[in-house]
């Protein structure tokens, strides 16, 4: 049974980089896409981004450029990188498996499994 | 950005009642349309995908219907552990847009 578990840093200080690494567990990491999403107080769920390991990641432009998102086959992990952030990043991050059902029709995806979230907080 | 509106933004109802939510695109998605529940302090759960393909292990109380640019997440039979804020997602076109949420409250 496939596992997602995201760890990092619960403090970070406004202007500096968010880093958060998700780790799978119970499958390989090669053949989905991960995502990341976050949920802010008060609000409600944004996608930040997902990447495939023979891909190029793709981001939300919302975040104008202030995102990485990268993947380890070596380590069955992938990670978020946010720069800049202010009191706005505040939030619970999670890591989700972005699994995709591929039909004649069209390649459908959907974020089946996910790890508990991670709150992280901007402060100084 | 495709831009997801449900509503109502929050309901009561009572165990037993028949429930149902609804999910406007801003534009055609087809049926590239998933729904999840979030319990408080839980991470969110995918109840189903392509619009109406309930995903495995979810209560068959729960059904999605709709394509192009309305949908509808309905439950038959409310149940105690169905209290929760419920998401539609679209992923039709990155980058992936929920909706604002639906918060089922006990009446």
């Known amino acids: 049974q496939v596992q997602v578990q995201g760890s990092g840093p619960r403090l970070v200080k406004p202007s500096e980089t968010l880093s958060l690494t998700c780790t799978v567990s119970?499958?390989?990491?090669?053949?989905?896409?991960w995502s990341w999403i976050r949920k802010a107080p008060g609000q409600g769920l944004e996608w930040i981004g997902h990447i495939h390991y023979s891909l190029s990641p793709k981001e939300n432009p919302s975040f104008k450029s202030r995102v990485t998102i990268s993947i380890d086959r070596s380590t069955n992990q992938f990670s978020l990188k946010l720069r800049s952030v202010t009191a706005a990043d505040t939030a619970v991050y999670y890591c989700?498996?972005?699994?995709?059902?591929?039909?004649?029709?069209?390649?459908?995806?959907?974020?089946?499994?996910w790890g508990n979230g991670t709150t992280v907080t901007v402060s100084s | 950005d495709i831009q997801m509106t449900q509503s109502p933004s929050s309901l009561s109802a009572s165990v037993g009642d028949r429930v149902t939510i609804t999910c406007r695109a801003s534009q055609n998605i087809g049926n590239y349309l998933n729904w999840y529940q979030e319990r408080p302090g839980k991470a969110p759960n995918l109840l189903i995908y392509?619009?109406?393909t309930l995903q495995s292990g979810v209560p068959s109380r729960f059904s999605g219907s709709g394509s192009g640019t309305d949908f509808t997440l309905t439950i038959s039979s409310l149940q105690p552990e169905d209290f929760a804020t419920y998401y539609c997602?679209?992923?039709?076109?990155?980058?992936?847009?929920f909706g604002q949420g639906t918060k089922v409250e006990i009446k």
């Open positions: 119970g499958d390989s990491i090669s053949p989905y896409y």
């Open positions: 989700a498996r972005d699994a995709t059902l591929v039909t004649p029709l069209g390649s459908y995806y959907y974020m089946d499994v």
């Open positions: 997602q679209q992923s039709h076109s990155k980058p992936w847009t």
């Open positions: 392509a619009a109406s």
